[in-house]
């Protein structure tokens, strides 16, 4: 009869080792891997009132025809174009840490939102957009009666 130092009949020390790499593949199966220093883009900030939520994001060199914003139930798009800065001539650059070219960032809200209840407003390069929930989906109190 094997016994394994756990006290189990043919326990196999590798098979709990399968396993747990099995778990963490399935974490990270919809990780995508990023370059070093680099953060989702743009960064976004998020808060929650009681009827509504409110995303700010810092867009600096954009105007507002370079955005495109789209909502769909609890998910938001924020998109555009980075225009790279034309000179002139051709530039020979020291250091370039600015990315240019076309951006997505799409967020999962905590709730649905209203389409037609959407603000944004772009002023000196900070985007604010204001999503209200639909009056259906906000809770509402529940009066208990006493029998």
């Known amino acids: 009869m094997l016994l394994s130092s756990a006290g189990r009949?043919?326990?196999?020390?590798?098979?709990?080792?399968?396993?747990?790499?099995?778990?963490?593949?399935?974490?990270?199966?919809?990780?995508?891997?990023r370059p070093?220093?680099?953060?989702?883009?743009p960064p976004v900030n998020l808060w929650v009132g009681e009827g509504s939520l409110v995303v700010?994001?810092?867009?600096?060199?954009?105007?507002?025809?370079?955005?495109?914003?789209?909502?769909?139930?609890?998910?938001l798009t924020i998109g555009g174009t980075r225009k790279a800065p034309n000179n002139g001539q051709?530039?020979?650059w020291h250091?370039?840490?600015?990315?240019y070219g076309s951006f997505s960032r799409t967020l999962e809200l905590p709730f649905r939102v209203d389409p037609d209840k959407v603000q944004a407003r772009f002023t000196n390069g900070v985007l604010e957009i204001e999503l209200q929930r639909p009056e259906q989906d906000k809770p509402r109190r529940i009066e208990v009666k006493a029998s």
């Open 95 to 99: 250091r370039q840490e600015r990315a």
């Open 56 to 75: 700010t994001t810092e867009l600096p060199g954009l105007e507002q025809n370079d955005l495109n914003i789209a909502v769909h139930d609890s998910t």
């Open 36 to 41: 070093a220093g680099t953060t989702a883009y």
């Open 90 to 92: 051709q530039a020979n």
């Open 9 to 33: 009949l043919g326990w196999d020390p590798f098979l709990e080792m399968r396993r747990m790499q099995n778990e963490v593949n399935r974490l990270f199966a919809d990780y995508e891997p």
